[in-house]
Nanobody
């Protein structure tokens, strides 16, 4: 059974940083492409970043240059380093499969709040 568990969110001031983690069971990020998504209150879930099985990355324009997606095949985990956080980055963040693959069961997500 596939299970995704996100962690690392919190309250941070504008300009601050957070590192999100996604631990996976039942799926190997070594073999599959992964993505980070976010959903702000009253908005649809949107794609933030993706990483392929080979480690190639892509970013949404609104996080490019500020966020970095990475993975650790040995730990079967995916990470999102977020720097230069802005209030508009406030959302619940989720990891899942790359959007070109069928979605996996969604985890509970991790709340990121950017506020002074």
């Amino acid at each position: 059974q596939v299970q995704l568990v996100e962690s690392g969110g919190g309250l941070v001031q504008p300009g601050g940083s957070l590192r999100l983690s996604c631990a996976a069971s039942g799926i190997s990020f070594r073999l599959d492409a992964a993505g980070w998504y976010r959903q702000a209150p009253g908005k649809q879930r949107e794609l933030v970043a993706t990483i392929t099985s080979g480690g190639s990355t892509k970013y949404a324009d609104y996080v490019k240059g500020r966020f970095t997606i990475s993975k650790d095949n040995a730990k079967n985990a995916v990470y999102l380093q977020m720097n230069g956080l802005k209030p508009e980055d406030t959302a619940v963040y989720y990891c899942n499969a790359d959007p070109t693959f069928p979605p996996l069961p969604w985890g509970q997500g991790t709340q990121v709040t950017v506020s002074s």
